[in-house]
């Protein structure tokens, strides 16, 4: 792509209508369209603001950001997104408002909702519960906005939830497209998503999730790798399973960290609580046995000491194809020797591929751009002509 | 209204010229002209962004918040309000701040001004000092505008006190306005602001407090209804009174739920704290008397528990106007069997109105909006003018 | 200065080049020429914002702040500097990002800029860290800029470290330059950095030694005066001596506050704790020695009361020249009778200076804003014209 025209006119040979005045909160939610103009627009984003050309599309207007769990490159890659649109990020935090105070997800958004073009969520602590609340919040405010209350419409975009982590992700994934020069090149490209040792407890599963849930769509042989009793979402699986039939790639379970690496082009190791134990911990929230989340937590870490092996090692590393498989990670990667004694990876892996890594998560504010336009917007190409036609500098020089 | 233009009339039509670089303290200290045009703007503002044009009259500048009690709906309406002028809204978290460093009220009202349009201030927890500190923050920006040490006079909106919520009860005022087809048509209406019974404690009197001296000005026939013990400030009865004979209402107090709300056309059922029992916390709080201010709470649970056949059931609303009176709440509310056991008004009742109630809510952006413009600019109809013959859109299609 | 052209021509005939994409950490890093550039830019926008033209120079992008410590008027300064110049202020707050997680500071340094334009950081806390701690974040930017992880360099700005607070000690000298008229007025003039008695602990040195290392390169005598115990750093002192050598002015310390405010035109009295005390404390600090630092604190306010003599009372006033010096402070003061029993100043001498106190702070967001444009934009004086030329108002009248 060298011209803002290339982008528009691929743009133009998508169809993703549907997305307009609709939310996004799975990947396979989406037809693979709709995927590509994600990926489309985010690129034309980016180049837009490398060649110094603003993306504003909002004079005004808010972009509410909900985070039920700590965060800090999504928070910053929600706030640069909605920033680049023209809207202001205000935060819902729970504890400086009156939640507690009895009202309902309806009604709290609603009330948040007046001049609202877009909601972030990340409420990804509990099996069953993340998604399923954001629904709540999207379902009310379509509901708000049919009933007069709203006068626009504020698109939901997952921040990550039990089930997938679509931003990151797709981030992830167009970042992968870059390296290999397009989602071509991907066919036939094999990749392990292999859980790996951590000294910390209770990481969510969206990650793993949503890997094996976009990138068998790509047409690779996605491999999952886990030791047993670290199993992912059985649904998740399914849909994967069926992603590779259709596009023709494979999906893959073993418990051998040692054979998903064997000649894959790209890794992803990552630790993750295994979804058996996420049920049983929200169960025990739901009773408010807190002494029995303790000992559960007590257990879980046990459990993984049992696995310190599962480690992306130079010596895995080898047997990858060519010795030199692309590295991934959602960050941050719990380091061997730097972050922690015995982690997720080798300090020296870690760090022949930090450029990578870090240029990985540069995607992600425009994934979430794009998201937002393509719900906001019924013509987002048309748009990015305007826009360059407009010609409005980002930084005035 | 269906142009700009007949906003823009009917505020040409008006004489609010006291209201440029002065404060929102209370609604009683503005004449009716000056609250009128609060509603018109607001209306107008609505307008604009219905029909997508920005009302950006800042280019830059800050609107300051101090929220010294959760909020969510008033914090939101604050930042949207900010937003549709183009301020970006800056919170004085004063946990953060070096406040507790023994710094004077002036010293840190001219400190967050120097580029501050705005500064916005809920305090409401203690008898006398919320509307006093409010204007000791106005004072210390004026004199500090006086000499020269501010080169622009923040205005200051009061977004709850101890005597009036003014945002609140305008924006209720205007959502009824609404619903009954002009300001006229509320005439000779019969409202019955009542207490109603809730399992919590302390809940401001302002809300009651602004009610009665806003609406007994619309020649309204106003009741206040409370068991005995939860009087309101005896000075905002005073005022009550003497609006409600200039302009051809009444105002009357009782001790019955029923007798208020038979054949009321709009009910506004609502708990608060007794205004001699907060006075007595005021004082506990004053002397750091924490044990007496626990005993006390104990002794006003107690005391409320006593009323709890104060609340809006669905038999009572039968007795309103044809059995449809509107139901108001500033929210969020207590509502039976759904935020609490026993509460303010039936589940059945609420969710009837749960429309309208977050109608209601969507005006105080706009009331906001409107009061820091009429302060901020001293030819407002002007404005709109030429904002539609800019006619930069809001959101960019 | 009559024109804004004025300030061009002044600015025209500075070298500055050196300071496009770099950072600002310690004023003695700076040429003179640069200072002066960083002065003349604040008095320009300044003046820009008083005559209503718009200072905007970013249509998007994100100012970061980074605050180890409370702050109310250098958090409203950074968000006010980012605001005049169109940036949004994104707080990192740590407590609420996944930094205990383990990452690196070079790794949350990109994750937080890559819509970032300027990163101001406050972290004053501990003698050896803060400085060094904002050099680790601006090499890791730098470094991933060069790598073409972020597509522009934020620019870093020192809000306080442990060895100097530049915004400060530029704005305080900005005042004074306006107070006499100008910089060529402070020529032989006597300043006295003084220490003051505090009955708080542990203030940072960065004042005092930001003092002498800038005020000592304007041709005053300034005197720094403090108990003994009370050192600076001395290679801060080191600095102050070379300096005052080639600016013809002079630097000299002494244990005598009487003797450093005899015939001083201007005076600065202000608590700090000692060096040694502070690097004592670090090494407690290091070792995670809360005992011993609880133990420390307590020696070091018994130390404190022994000069309770060191205050800036009226007698001592009445010894500076003509007996009326200009009173500094950075704010807040520790006022007695007023915000502690016994304090820095007398709350008669407060009170008279307060206007020109209160004048001194409102120069931090020009100076910060003015830091901001000379390292981001390669040519800040045809910006000026340009804006002037566009002409948008600030505020839409």
Not at 286 to 302: H, M, N, T, V, Y
Not at 345 to 351: L, T
Request: glycine share 6%; proline share 3%; net charge negative.
């Amino acid at each position: 792509m060298k011209t803002l025209q290339d982008y528009i006119d691929k743009l133009n040979a998508l169809n993703f209508r549907e997305m307009y005045n609709k939310d996004f909160f799975l990947t396979w939610e989406k037809t693979d369209e709709e995927l590509e103009a994600v990926f489309t627009l985010a690129d034309a984003l980016r180049f837009m603001r490398e060649n110094n050309i603003s993306t504003k599309v909002f004079d005004s207007g808010l972009g509410i950001s909900v985070f039920r769990d700590n965060s800090t490159r999504t928070r910053f890659s929600f706030a640069s997104a909605c920033n680049m649109l023209g809207l202001e990020v205000q935060d819902l935090d729970e504890s400086k408002s009156q939640i507690a105070h009895g009202e309902t997800v309806r009604e709290t958004a609603n009330m948040i909702s007046f001049m609202a073009d877009v909601i972030g969520i990340r409420d990804d602590m509990y099996i069953g519960k993340g998604n399923a609340y954001m629904h709540t919040v999207a379902d009310a405010v379509q509901e708000g906005y049919e009933d007069g209350i709203l006068q626009q419409r504020p698109t939901l975009v997952n921040l990550q939830c039990d089930i997938d982590h679509p931003t990151q992700i797709m981030a992830d994934t167009l970042h992968i497209i870059h390296e290999f020069g397009g989602v071509e090149n991907l066919k036939g490209k094999k990749i392990a998503m292999s859980w790996a040792y951590s000294p910390s407890y209770g990481k969510p599963l969206s990650v793993p999730q949503g890997a094996i849930g976009l990138l068998t769509r790509l047409g690779m042989d996605v491999v999952l790798a886990h030791p047993e009793g670290y199993e992912v979402m059985p649904e998740v699986e399914e849909i994967a399973k069926k992603n590779a039939e259709k596009s023709g790639g494979s999906f893959t379970r073993t418990n051998s960290m040692a054979e998903a690496f064997k000649d894959a082009d790209i890794v992803y190791p990552k630790s993750w609580a295994s979804y058996a134990a996420m049920e049983k911990r929200t169960d025990l929230y739901g009773k408010g046995d807190f002494d029995g989340i303790k000992k559960l937590e007590q257990e879980l870490l046990a459990q993984n000491a049992e696995h310190k092996d599962w480690t992306c090692s130079e010596e895995l590393m080898k047997t990858t194809k060519d010795g030199s498989a692309l590295y991934l990670h959602c960050l941050p990667a719990d380091i061997s020797g730097v972050s922690c004694q015995e982690g997720e990876v080798d300090a020296s892996v870690f760090d022949r591929y930090r450029v990578p890594l870090y240029k990985e998560a540069s995607f992600k504010p425009y994934i979430i751009a794009a998201m937002i336009m393509l719900a906001k917007f019924e013509d987002p190409s048309g748009l990015l002509k305007k826009l360059e036609e407009k010609g409005t500098p980002r930084k005035f020089d």
